[in-house]
Nanobody, 122 residues
């Protein structure tokens, strides 16, 4: 069974860079035709697709975040990591990692992690 688990700091100060890691078990992040995605949900708002890294290592980012977001991976650890720079309190959200055949999605059709709360203090 595929499992994803997010990890990282629960509290970040404004202007810092947030880094969250998704650890995957039950599948390889290099498996053909799957994409590894970061999604977030601010309090009281809808899910927001942030970006993805494909099985081959190609990256895709939400244009509204493109200047601040990057995604990397460590295939030896079967992990992929979200980096979000210059955070503000508006980046406070529950952050999810997911696996899907689609690159851009917020639908729970694939496997999702349980989510991790990140709060940005001013």
């Amino acid at each position: 069974q595929v499992q994803l688990v997010e990890s990282g700091p629960g509290l970040v100060k404004a202007s810092q860079t947030l880094s969250l890691t998704c650890t995957v078990s039950g599948d390889s992040i290099t498996t053909n035709n799957y994409n590894w995605i970061w999604i977030r949900q601010p309090p009281g708002e809808a899910l927001e697709w942030m970006g993805a890294i494909s099985y081959s290592g190609n990256t895709y980012y939400n244009p509204s975040l493109k200047s601040r977001v990057s995604i990397s991976r460590d295939t030896s650890k079967n992990q992929f990591t979200l980096h979000l720079s210059s955070v503000t309190p508006e980046d406070t959200a529950v952050y999810y990692c997911a696996r899907d055949r689609l690159i851009v999605t917020t639908q729970r059709n694939g496997y999702w992690g349980p989510g991790t709360q990140v709060t940005v203090s001013s």
